[in-house]
């Protein structure tokens, strides 16, 4: 079927292509995967600012010359895999979604914190360079973070509102304010849990805490 021919209302997916704007076909797009992939593992293991094409291409047992067929540099590819993570996030305002009442609310709490913490865990070294740049002013970086909080944040804001509405939740209380100040929590604590680990906190301890307050804020209870 030509584009001339597709129904309306059709999304259509934007083909993939290298930086020469020529689509790949699935032998660069494997290609492509292992440069992300080594990018990843190399992540896990030093400074992004102490990691080099020539290594990841090595480690992608490819060339540095092929790496720029795909990525402008080491920057580029780590966007790209930060941009990869940020497509996880529907899961967890499935989640926000859910029921707050009683006890199921809590549940609730502590279903949307494990997800989190989770998607942190499997993502850190990735997530934590995002941050670092985004925090540096990088506005692609900046963008990709904001695809994560904002629908957090917009999702948060909703509940406290109902419950502020319903007379659950103080007057006084900003629903934005507040949503912005749980999500900065979720991913503050999951960021450094490891950290928190030589004060004898655990990620047990840290998904309980967190769950308490997030139920507490969302429902005034």
Same mark, same amino acid.
């Given at each position: 079927? %030509?584009d001339? /021919?597709?129904?309306?209302?059709?999304? !259509?997916? $934007? *083909?993939?292509?290298? =930086?020469s704007?020529?689509?790949? &076909?699935?032998?660069?797009?494997?290609?492509?995967?292992?440069?992300m992939?080594?990018?990843?593992?190399?992540l896990?293991?030093?400074?992004?600012r102490?990691? %080099?094409?020539? /290594?990841?291409?090595?480690?992608?047992? !490819?060339? $540095? *010359?092929?790496?720029? =067929?795909?990525?402008?540099?080491? &920057?580029?590819?780590?966007?790209?895999?930060?941009?990869?993570?940020?497509?996880?996030?529907?899961k967890?305002i499935?989640?926000?979604?859910g029921?707050?009442?009683?006890?199921?609310?809590?549940?609730?709490?502590?279903?949307?914190t494990? *997800?989190f913490?989770?998607?942190?865990?499997?993502?850190?070294?990735?997530?934590?360079v995002?941050?670092?740049?985004?925090?540096?002013?990088?506005q692609?970086?900046?963008?990709?973070?904001g695809?994560?909080?904002s629908?957090?944040?917009?999702r948060f804001?909703?509940?406290?509102?109902?419950?502020?509405q319903?007379?659950?939740v103080?007057?006084?209380?900003?629903?934005?304010?507040?949503?912005?100040a749980?999500?900065t929590?979720l991913?503050?604590l999951?960021?450094?849990?490891?950290?928190l680990?030589?004060?004898?906190?655990?990620?047990?301890?840290?998904?309980?805490?967190t769950?308490?307050?997030?139920?507490?804020?969302v429902?005034g209870?």
């Open positions: 079927m %030509s001339a /021919e597709t129904p309306p209302g059709t999304a !259509t997916v $934007p *083909a993939e292509v290298d =930086q704007g020529r689509e790949l &076909g699935p032998r660069a797009l494997q290609t492509r995967t292992r440069l992939e080594a990018t990843r593992a190399l896990t293991e030093r400074s992004v102490d990691i %080099s094409v020539v /290594e990841i291409a090595r480690r992608a047992e !490819t060339s $540095p *010359a092929t790496f720029y =067929q795909y990525f402008k540099d080491v &920057g580029e590819v780590t966007l790209r895999l930060a941009d990869d993570a940020a497509k996880e996030i529907p967890v499935e989640l926000i979604d029921d707050w009442e009683g006890e199921a609310g809590l549940q609730t709490a502590i279903a949307i494990t *997800a913490t989770e998607y942190w865990e499997e993502h850190r070294a990735v997530l934590l995002r941050n670092l740049a985004a925090d540096e002013g990088d692609r970086f900046m963008d990709v973070r695809k994560v909080v629908p957090i944040i917009a804001t909703e509940k406290i509102t109902a419950s502020q319903a007379g659950r103080p007057a006084d209380v900003h629903p934005q304010a507040a949503a912005v749980m999500t929590i991913e503050r999951a960021a450094y849990q490891r950290e680990e030589a004060f004898g906190v655990t990620r047990k301890d840290i998904i309980a805490s769950a308490r307050i997030l139920f507490q804020t429902t209870k």
